[in-house]
């Protein structure tokens, strides 16, 4: 089975340029997350999913960053215009169950640099 | 929002036990322990949860007390590629009753031969 698969690996753009990350979670997985770590700093929540529909996206930085999944399968978190601060590592995770004790999968993550 | 605390790093050498432990002391009633590791360059990987006294699987053990204010994360005969980042984590259940990941500092296991 696949595991959570995240595209692209890395990124370069130039502040104010356009970016968007894309996430295929797990197959049958409703529970989607979007985390990122910036230079230096811990692991931080950014958003989570449950299908199509956003529960909590009280970690979303500001309205740069833009989040989608449409029809409750990938995911795609668009940052538009990009600025430096943004430069780091995006992870991507799924979980089959909204219970408190649910594993979740991460991918490799999307190492995003902003020059 | 349940906090933890863990040591910055620690160091081990081939084939001895490593003890890791994590203290949670605002833990909730309905909250698991959780522990990740993280190598360089990848995503963090479930390693073990739990929710009271001992859990056991193929590659770790926890432990934890009945007050349930700290854990430890035991890895039985350490090799070189156990060397990465182990993160403690409490399930925060949000409003929606899902597992929204607090990650901390973490703890950077070095393993020497």
């Known amino acids: 089975e696949a595991g959570v698969t995240q595209f692209p690996s890395h990124s370069v753009i130039e502040k104010g340029q356009t970016v968007t990350l894309r996430c295929d979670p797990i197959?049958?997985?409703?529970?989607l997350y979007w985390y990122r770590r910036v230079m230096g700093k811990e692991i931080k929540f950014l958003l989570h999913f449950v299908k199509e529909s956003k529960q909590d996206e009280s970690g979303m930085p500001n309205n740069r960053f833009l989040a989608e999944r449409t029809g409750g399968t990938y995911s795609t978190l668009k940052v538009q215009p990009a600025e430096l601060e943004d430069s780091g590592v995006y992870f991507c995770?799924?979980?089959?169950?909204?219970?408190?004790?649910?594993?979740?999968?991460f991918g490799q993550g999307t190492r995003l640099t902003v020059v | 929002l349940a906090k933890t605390t863990q040591p910055i790093s620690m160091d081990s050498y081939e084939g001895q036990e490593v003890n890791i432990t994590c203290s949670h002391n605002n833990i909730a009633t309905n909250d698991y322990i959780t522990w990740y590791q993280q190598f360089p360059s990848q995503g963090p990987r479930f390693i073990i949860q739990?929710?009271?006294t001992k859990v056991t699987n193929e590659v770790a053990s926890l432990f934890i007390p009945a007050d349930r204010k700290s854990s430890t994360l035991s890895l039985p005969r350490v090799s070189l590629s156990d060397t990465a980042v182990y993160y403690c984590l409490v399930g925060d259940r949000g409003s929606g009753g899902y597992n929204k990941l607090i990650f901390g500092a973490g703890t950077r296991l070095a393993v020497h031969p």
């Open positions: 197959s049958g997985h409703d529970n």
């Open positions: 739990g929710y009271k």
């Open positions: 995770a799924s979980s089959h169950a909204a219970s408190g004790g649910s594993e979740a999968f």
